[in-house]
């Protein structure tokens, strides 16, 4: 995905790439302003964010993290 695709910010998070996708998720590296420091950050993809499965195993997923 090209730069130009990128969402620029999600939240507080200024989004610099993308990182990874899997079934679910996309991975972003982000930046924290808050914290002065880059984090990863995780975001359901859309076209699996209307199931509710789907975000069930996500939220379970991040809490077991």
Avoid: C, H, W
């Avoid at 991975?27 to 995780?42: C, G, L, S, T």
């Avoid at 699996?48 to 809490?63: G, L, P, Y």
Wanted: hydrophobic letters at 40%; proline letters at 3%.
């Amino acid at each position: 995905m090209s730069i130009d695709q990128l969402p620029k910010t999600i939240g507080r998070y200024e989004i610099l790439r993308e990182i990874g996708q899997g079934a679910m998720a996309k991975v972003y590296n982000a930046y924290d302003p808050e914290i002065n420091r880059n984090i990863a950050i995780k975001v359901l993809r859309e076209d699996v964010a209307n199931d509710e499965k789907s975000r069930n195993d996500f939220i379970r997923e991040a809490k077991a993290a």
